[in-house]
């Protein structure tokens, strides 16, 4: 049984006897487990009470026999000693009315004495004097005939040894003397109330509050507030997880692709009049794998991407793949941006020229990582492939010329096609300085007039001017 149970039964018990105590009946005389009942709030209410002096009046005048005033051997276990060796010299006893104030105060020592036994059953749930091994009459008689120079304490129910750590030791001791031997050494149904409620309320459940409905209520309440903490809790977790899973598929995938996805709409594949193609390729790769590590290619690569990450994620720009150590850049797709798709891939491709000139080989001190650029402007087509790990993928033949104009490139520059050089040139004259290559024979197409992406223009010009600048200087 829970505690809270323990604890509110516990307390009725003593609030009902105290409630006896204080009125006009005075107490209660048969305090036992049967006579205390359970009604269908949970809450303990008392039985059985006032009868006594009624019954001795009926079996007095001879209107019921003496035999209602017997009670088994069993039920004598709550009766307090010097009751039962009354009841054993007189079973039916009467005492005169000039004697009605001593006598109430007798039975309400008996009454605690009751109550302690109840209570002892209460807390460890068994019969009291189940484990002693003898009959009921053996017990009471044993009850009876405690002699104080014979015996260092009288007989009553064995306390666990575990109890100590169970309950409170107020608890336990406030029940030893209410089975005190002499009636005087009990205390009264107020001190007991006063000695539970304080040894109650040092339990960290604090179960000695309220009724038991009011601890069930207020223990839903606790309950429901954990809950609604925790579904908080859980709910954040959730959130931070959605929102981890939401940045992965948008670096797996455009952002519009994701969204459309995310909502369970299918994504047709779509062309585009006009997109811009970006390819970047390592310069010397497959000797430099020769020359290392596993290990130390994998972490390489995973700098130098993570680097091109950044850059693209600043830009209306979108990673479409890298296979090995080639990465491919579009822009224009899947969201059309007009004729600023080439201007992205510019200035990409410019500032990844840029990342590259100040990286270093962890593995390889001294080691100037270089790199080849290839940027071709139109038409392509794109859709979503696969279901397991989907990909958004790029189709057409300005892809194959885009990986062209890289693999015919040269090392550290930036090599355009003729389509992206007049479109750059026409929508943003004077931004960059381009310069032409001349004819390079592209497989599949035969001789295309390239051209080299060198800069902004204004970097350029002010890059010039401070090394005129710093040539001025040297000659004076």
């Known amino acids: 049984m829970d505690m809270r ?4 039964f516990i307390r009725d018990v003593a609030q009902g006897l105290d409630y006896l105590h204080t009125s006009t009946i005075g107490y209660h005389s048969c305090l036992t487990p049967t006579t205390t009942l359970i009604d269908n709030n949970w809450v303990v209410k008392l039985s059985d009470y006032g009868l006594e002096g009624f019954l001795e009046r009926l079996i007095k005048d001879g209107c019921v026999s003496s035999k209602a005033l017997s009670v088994s051997p069993v039920e004598q276990f709550y009766i307090a000693p010097e ?16 004697d009605r104030l001593k006598r109430i105060q007798e039975k309400q020592m008996a009454d605690i004495y009751s109550f302690g036994i109840v209570l002892w059953e209460i807390l460890f749930r068994a019969q009291p004097f189940d484990d002693a091994g003898k009959g009921p009459e053996v017990v009471v008689e044993r009850i009876c005939d405690y002699n104080p120079l014979k015996e260092a304490e009288p007989y009553r129910p064995s306390v666990p040894q575990c109890a100590t750590s169970e309950y409170h030791p107020d608890l336990l001791s406030t029940m030893r003397l209410c089975w005190a031997e002499m009636p005087d050494e009990r205390p009264t149904m107020k001190r007991v109330r006063k000695l539970f409620e304080t040894s109650l309320r040092t339990k960290k459940d604090n179960c000695s509050k309220g009724g038991l409905v009011d601890q069930m209520m207020a223990m839903m309440e606790q309950y429901a507030n954990n809950l609604e903490k925790l579904v908080k809790e859980r709910t954040m977790l959730l959130e931070e997880t959605q929102q981890r899973a939401d940045r992965l598929l948008r670096q797996l995938l455009p952002r519009e692709v994701a969204n459309e996805l995310k909502l369970g709409r299918a994504v047709p594949p779509r062309s585009y009049e006009a997109a811009s193609v970006q390819f970047t390729d390592i310069v010397g790769f497959t000797a430099l794998c020769s020359s290392s590590t596993p290990m130390e290619i994998v972490g390489f690569l995973n700098q130098i991407f993570s680097g091109f990450d950044n850059l693209v994620s600043e830009h209306d720009a979108y990673k479409v793949e890298t296979i090995g150590d080639a990465y491919l850049v579009v822009s224009g797709v899947p969201k059309e941006n007009g004729s600023n798709h080439v201007k992205i891939c510019a200035t990409i491709s410019l500032k990844m020229k840029a990342f590259v000139s100040s990286f270093e080989l962890a593995h390889r001190p001294g080691h100037r990582l270089q790199c080849r650029w290839g ?14 790990a989907p990909r958004y993928c790029l189709f057409g033949d300005t892809v194959n010329m885009a990986s062209r104009m890289e693999s015919t490139g040269m090392a550290d520059h930036i090599q355009i096609s003729e389509s992206s050089f007049f ?3 026409g929508s943003y004259p004077g931004f960059f300085r381009c310069k032409q290559r001349g004819q390079v024979e592209v497989k599949g197409k035969g001789l295309c007039t390239t051209y080299i992406l060198e800069g902004r223009e204004s970097d350029l010009q002010q890059q010039e001017k401070a090394n005129a600048t710093a040539r001025g200087a040297a000659m004076h």
């Open 375 to 388: 940027i071709h402007t139109g038409p392509v087509a794109a859709g979503v492939v696969g279901l397991t």
């Open 423 to 425: 479109l750059l040139t």
């Open 5 to 8: 149970f323990k604890t509110s």
């Open 83 to 98: 009751e039962l060796r009354i009841k054993k010299m007189h079973p039916l006893r009467q005492q005169p009315s000039q």
